[in-house]
């Protein structure tokens, strides 16, 4: 054969390869491969595992936010209402003061007008009495003084003589 | 350093050049050559002259003894490795298991790139081309001694180095990127890969070739005396590490590229629409 070809030898260098390639797939490249792949594998698991938590995390954060968000506006809503009972509280209670304050001035009022006229017809009673004994009284005064004066004029014309 | 280190440095520099030069010049004759040129680069390139037994079975030529030394060389590594590395292997790679990493992991995906639809198989064949090619030829520089059937002693060279070595190892990869034809079309894949007759044989003699010339180059380097001096160790080291470097990723990559193209699935689609155009 031309080059010194020798199909012998090439197919011992044939069988050659092929055993090398039994003995480096199987006991070199393929164990070293496997653990490769368990360990991106592993990785990757890691990596899926964390953005799914991830991605749980954020889906309770937003419903967090959205019953805090509701929460709020349930808060906001009752100080609301809160402060509009206590408005209409506070008013009823002032219209409740107020007609009592009213009531108590026209007790008061009624009360002082019947005290006054009481007053008026007591003090008009005890002015006729008054009067009534003071026109007596200037009457029994002007008399006895008229009496005194007679008698004091009749001693002295008495004592002239 | 002093001025006196300097001088003692100064003379010992010129007096190694002084050696080396006049080992250059005086022993540049024609002793020691016992075969010409022109046979040695014979022998490089047909290996007719020297021959081993082989187990007392076959007279063989070098390459084939170099060729089980490697695989020998690799199943201890791959046992050993297998036996007590890869069990203690950590999520955090140390240096070693860093390497074994990258070697499988940098084959891995030159299968996955050329060939994105079947690679698993194909990342361990290139994984072991690309070794044996790597390896092998590094082995050249060790000059493993084995004695020939008339009694010289001879340096074991690469193994792909021997044309039977590069036919063995073109054919085999020829064999591999058919074998994805058939996994991907069935029995249609083997006319498919047959288109490619040619592959092997390129395939074959392009690494022939390139280990053929480094080997030649060395020979030749070797063979003068006068040439024999530091050079050597440029052109018997750095011209053997590239070739194993470059080869390995030559066959690795084609046997990926053409393995890919003939495994990549027929597309049914595209042929139905333009019908209907």
Known sequence: ???????????????????????????????????????????????????????????????????????????????????????????????????????????????????????????????????ASAAQKLVSESTAAAYDEFLTAAEGSDTDE | MSKKQKIRSGVLFILIVAALLAGIFLTGSKHGESESIREVMQDAVLHESAKINLFGLKEVNPAVISAFAVTGIFLVFALVVRIFVIPKFKEIPGKFQLLLEQ????????????????????????????????????????????????????????????????IGMGVFSYLIIMSG???????????????DFS????????????????????????????????????VGVMFTLLHALIQAYVLTMLTALFYGEMSEPAVKKTKKLKKKA
Not at chain 1, 66 to 75: D, F, G, P, S, V
Not at chain 1, 95 to 103: F, I, V
Not at chain 2, 129 to 144: D, K, N, P, R
Not at chain 2, 203 to 226: D, I, K, N, Q, W
Request: charged share 25%; glycine share 6%.
């Open chain 1, 1 to 131: 054969m031309p080059l010194n070809i020798d199909w012998q030898q090439i197919l011992l260098h044939l069988f050659n390869v092929a055993l090398l390639f039994a003995i480096l797939y199987f006991l070199l490249y393929k164990p070293v491969h496997k653990f490769m792949d368990e360990r991106a594998e592993k990785y990757e698991k890691m990596k899926n595992d964390t953005e799914n938590r991830l991605a749980e995390a954020e889906k309770t954060k937003a419903e967090y936010e959205k019953q805090l968000a509701r929460a709020n506006a349930e808060i906001d809503e009752l100080k609301a209402k809160a402060r509009s009972d206590m408005a209409k509280a506070a008013d009823a209670s002032r219209l409740n003061a107020e007609n009592e304050a009213k009531n108590i001035i026209s007790a008061a009022r009624t009360g002082a007008e019947s005290e006054k006229k009481k007053i008026i017809d007591e003090a008009r009673g005890e002015i006729g009495d008054i009067i």
């Open chain 2, 199 to 234: 592959l092997p044989i390129s395939m074959s003699f392009r690494l022939f070739g390139a280990l053929l010339s480094g080997a030649l180059v060395t020979e030749l380097v070797y063979h003068y005396l006068s040439l024999s001096f530091v050079l050597p160790i440029f």
């Open chain 2, 103 to 166: 070697g499988v992991g940098l084959f891995d995906s030159l299968a996955k790139s050329n060939s994105p639809h079947r690679n698993k198989f194909l990342g361990g064949y290139v994984f072991t081309a690309g070794a044996y090619i790597f390896v092998g030829t590094l082995f050249e520089l060790f000059g493993v001694q084995a004695v020939t059937t008339s009694g010289a002693s001879v340096s074991l060279p690469a193994p792909l180095a021997d044309i039977n070595g590069a």
């Open chain 2, 181 to 195: 034809a058939v996994s991907e079309h069935g029995i249609k894949g083997i006319g498919k890969a047959l288109k």
